[in-house]
Each structure stands twice: as structure tokens, then as C-alpha cells.
């Protein structure tokens, strides 16, 4: 299903990146052995290590005639004005007798830009959060990735001010996420994702809860088996996606989505249970069944579809038993029709059988309502018959106490 709810929630998070913002501060360590980081489009000096002061030095640009047009040396030192990408290279400064004097890899690109970030939860304990960066910058690039829990209880308040800060965990085996370990789920995070590069760092701020990012994986082992004996049944049985830890307080709930292999449209029931029986299967057509899960309170996002499955449900024995009389276009044989029909759009085919579905289905309603106006006018009538009972009980106690009061005197008159 493409429910809008789903969508919803990812626009919510990305809402709820209320403050983005960018800080300049050049890190140290980047550990690589002679280069030079400068940033496109500023002035980058290159200067001269090993030149002793006034004397000429000559800068030469490897693999290339001649240094980048507009380039000047200030005192020993190379200088690029408004240094396009291409100016990046290798540079080397000599003396006057053509000496090695010094050399520098230039490695020129982008401060980082504010990152895209978004954060999912398959589970109540932990949180991921991915990233991507919004802008090439041709340089090295790494992340810091903590968070601060904003809204504690009131223990923790007093305890502790300024709100928890720990590492959001960076797995190296899975490059652009960290986690949180052991989240509450009732506590909002905020968390601050930062790239860094040798020119600078942009962070950007993200303030998530537990309950509107929660999204838990598939339900597994999905298995659709036909009922004996019942030919419009299917059998659906599925288990928990096994990283949904099982606690009797968060539980799961379930949508299950079925049509017959040849159609397109998708009929979606749904329940509390680890199983359901399809009760409006076709006879003898091949049906496909999916299954997503949600957190049982409504909290967050349904889960992706499961991997199909697939059965057909048995015949029907009226139609099996009278399918000898090639005759009688009976339910059953309109029913298998399309799946043998070459014919891609067999949904015409079905049409008698869906018209009498339908013509079923509206006698049982038609049933139901008279069955319901009948029930509505026997209560009404009951009732109007008790209230005028009721009426006439106090007439009648009023006459037989007139009658009480008007004895005595008729007795003292005499
Ligand atoms: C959540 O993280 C903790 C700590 O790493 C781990 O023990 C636990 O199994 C995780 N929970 C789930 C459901 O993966
Ligand atoms: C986000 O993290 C970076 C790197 O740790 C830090 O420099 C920056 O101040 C943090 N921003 C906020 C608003 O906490």
C-alpha cells in the first residue's frame, strides 16, 4: 500500500531538522605527509620550506609546462588567486642552481556542505541514523555523530541538568550510519551529525523521538496454505521480524494485502493476531498474500511488505463434482478462465462472478437492514406499549387514592 502516512513521517523528520548551521574551524590530523588542502575560488599560497630568505626560488608545476595562468611568487611563496579545481597538483620550489628545495601536493575542493539526515528505528532499544553529504567536495571527509536526550523525567532532571550526551556509533562496516544503543522511547533526541573536512565542519541538528521514527522490519516466515474443504479460504500464518525484541508491552499489529496473481488491485485486512483466514478468496486461483507490521499503539511508520507468498484455494467441490457436464458454466471454470486465457487483461472474464458477488452481497445487506428495521420497530413498540402502561399505572394509583380519601368521608357522611 502507498499509504501517505508513510510519507508523512519521513517529511516529519525531515521537519523537524529545525536548526542547520555551519561552523569554521580548521581540524588538525588529517596525517597525510606533504599536502596542502586549499579551498576553490580563494587565493592559496604555496609557501617555500627550505628557501633562505631573499634568495630567488623557482616554482615548478609537475607534469606541466607552466604554473596556472596568474600565478605569482611573493617572497619565496607561490600564490594562486581564486584557485579553480584544476589548479590541484604537485609543486615543487627550487633554487637558483635548480635544486630541490621543497614540494607540496595541493589538494584544493569545498568546506562541506549541511548534510542530509535521516533517522529510523526497527526496533524500541535502538535508533540508526544515515547521512549523506549535499555537496562535493573533493576532499576527505569524515563525520562526528553525537546526540544530547532532551526530554527527561523528572528523576533525571533533578539529577542531571543539562541532558545526556553520548556518541551516536559509527559501525565502519557500514559507512554513512550510527546508532544509538538502548534509547528510551519515550525521550527526544537531538541529535548533531558534523562533517569535517581539512577546511572546515557543517553540522546539522536533527530532533527526533523514538515514537515517530519507529518503523520495525517485515514480519518473516509468511505462509499461505489452502483450507480443506473451503474453497473461497486461505490459511495466513507469519512471525515477528526477529529483531523486534518481544516484550508483552510492545507488540506489533499487522496488515495483510491479497489478490489473485491475475489481478492488480490488492485487499488489505487487518489484525492483531500472528494468523488470519482469508474468507473472499477466489476458487482455484492463484492468490498472492504480503504482510507489514506496525507498533501496536500506532507509534511510527508500517513496515515494508514481507516477501510474497503464494497458494491457491481448493476447488469447489459443487463445481469439481459437475465439471464432467462440459455444459455448465459453472462458478469454478469462469474462475479459472482468465488463468488460462493468454488474454492480459482478464479482469472482464471475472465479471458474472464479481456481479454475483456483489448481488450476494447486497441481498445479505438488504437482509440485514430489514432484519434491523424489524428488530428498531419491535423495540419501539415495546416501549411505547411500557410507557403507556407506565402512563396509565400512576391514572390509575391517583383514581384508587381519590377513591381512599374520597371513602373515609363517604364513610363518615353516611
Ligand atoms: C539494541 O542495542 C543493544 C546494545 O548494543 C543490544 O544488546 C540489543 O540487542 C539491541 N536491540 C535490538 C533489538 O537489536
Ligand atoms: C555539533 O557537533 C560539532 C562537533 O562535535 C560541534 O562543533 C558543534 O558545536 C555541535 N553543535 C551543537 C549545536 O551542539
Request: aromatic share 8%; hydrophobic share 40%; glycine share 6%.
Amino acid at each position: 500500500m502507498h499509504s501517505p502516512t508513510r510519507g508523512l513521517g519521513r517529511v516529519m523528520v525531515f521537519l523537524a531538522a529545525a536548526l542547520a548551521s555551519a561552523s569554521l574551524a580548521v581540524p588538525e590530523g588529517w596525517g597525510e605527509e606533504g599536502v596542502q588542502y586549499g579551498q576553490v575560488g580563494t587565493d592559496v599560497t604555496l609557501s617555500c620550506a627550505g628557501a633562505r630568505a631573499g634568495s630567488p626560488v623557482q616554482w615548478r608545476r609537475e607534469g606541466a609546462a607552466a604554473l596556472p595562468e596568474g600565478s605569482a611568487i611573493h617572497q619565496g611563496a607561490l600564490v594562486l588567486p581564486h584557485a579553480s579545481l584544476a589548479a590541484a597538483g604537485t609543486y615543487s620550489c627550487h633554487g637558483e642552481d635548480g635544486s630541490l628545495l621543497h614540494a607540496v601536493s595541493l589538494r584544493l575542493g569545498h568546506l562541506p556542505g549541511v548534510p542530509f539526515v535521516s533517522c529510523r528505528a526497527s526496533d524500541y532499544e535502538n535508533f540508526s541514523c544515515s547521512w549523506t553529504s549535499s555537496l562535493e567536495t573533493f576532499l576527505p571527509t569524515r563525520y562526528i555523530t553525537t546526540y544530547r536526550k532532551k526530554s527527561l523525567t523528572g528523576e533525571e532532571k533533578r539529577r542531571n541538568k543539562s541532558g545526556h550526551v553520548g556518541p551516536c556509533l559509527q559501525d565502519p562496516s557500514r559507512a554513512g550510519t550510527c546508532t544509538v544503543h538502548r534509547s528510551e522511547f519515550w525521550s527526544s533526541y537531538r541529535l548533531n551529525i558534523t562533517e569535517v573536512n581539512p577546511l572546515g565542519s557543517s553540522f546539522r541538528l536533527l530532533d527526533i523521538t523514538m515514537q515517530a521514527i519507529i518503523k520495525p522490519d517485515p514480519p518473516e516466515g509468511l505462509v499461505v496454505e489452502p483450507v480443506p474443504l473451503a474453497p473461497r479460504r486461505l490459511y495466513v500464518s507469519w512471525k515477528y521480524p526477529a529483531s523486534w525484541p518481544k516484550e508483552p508491552h510492545f507488540q506489533l499489529r499487522f496488515r495483510l494485502q491479497y489478490r489473485p496473481v491475475i489481478h492488480r488491485s490488492w485487499s488489505v485486512v487487518e489484525t492483531v493476531n500472528l494468523s488470519e483466514v482469508i474468507t473472499d478468496a477466489f476458487a482455484g486461483l492463484e492468490h498472492v498474500v504480503q504482510v507489514s507490521a506496525k507498533d501496536f499503539l500506532d507509534a511510527g511508520n508500517w513496515s515494508e511488505w514481507s516477501a510474497e507468498a503464494r497458494a491457491t484455494p481448493v476447488r469447489d467441490p459443487a463445481a469439481t463434482a459437475s465439471e464432467g457436464t462440459t455444459t455448465d458454466a459453472s462458478l469454478e471454470s469462469l474462475a479459472e478462465e482468465p488463468s488460462q486465457a493468454p488474454n492480459p487483461e482478464p479482469i472482464n472474464r471475472s465479471d458474472p462472478l464479481e456481479k454475483m458477488a456483489i448481488l450476494v452481497s447486497l441481498g445479505i445487506f438488504a437482509f440485514f437492514i430489514l432484519a434491523a428495521v424489524l428488530v428498531i420497530t419491535i423495540l419501539i413498540w415495546l416501549r411505547v406499549r411500557k410507557h403507556s402502561k407506565d402512563e396509565t399505572k400512576p391514572h390509575n394509583f391517583l383514581v384508587a387514592a381519590t377513591h381512599l380519601k374520597a371513602l373515609p368521608r363517604t364513610q363518615i357522611l353516611p
